[in-house]
């Protein structure tokens, strides 16, 4: 096996600052989504909610994203997080 060199080059800081996020809640395994209301918290950006779960829910699923001031955006999907009785 031959060995390979790699070296590392500084790559210029080019994240951006996060001005936007968004939470969705599914309770019918990610067929339908409900906006989740965010409520502003005292430690920063972060949101805080309570979900109506309805009845006959077996399960709730939840979408979050965020989004910063230099076009990039992330969303990240989580089925059947939690179960409900």
Known sequence: M??????????????????GGSLEVSYDDGATWRKGAPRSSSVGPAWT?????????????????ASDDRGGAVTQELLRAVGVT
């Open 2 to 19: 031959a060995a390979t060199a790699h070296s590392r080059q500084a790559v210029p800081h080019s994240t951006g600052t996060i001005d």
């Open 49 to 65: 909610g309570e979900p109506r779960v309805p009845d006959g829910a077996w399960y709730v699923s939840l979408r979050a994203g």
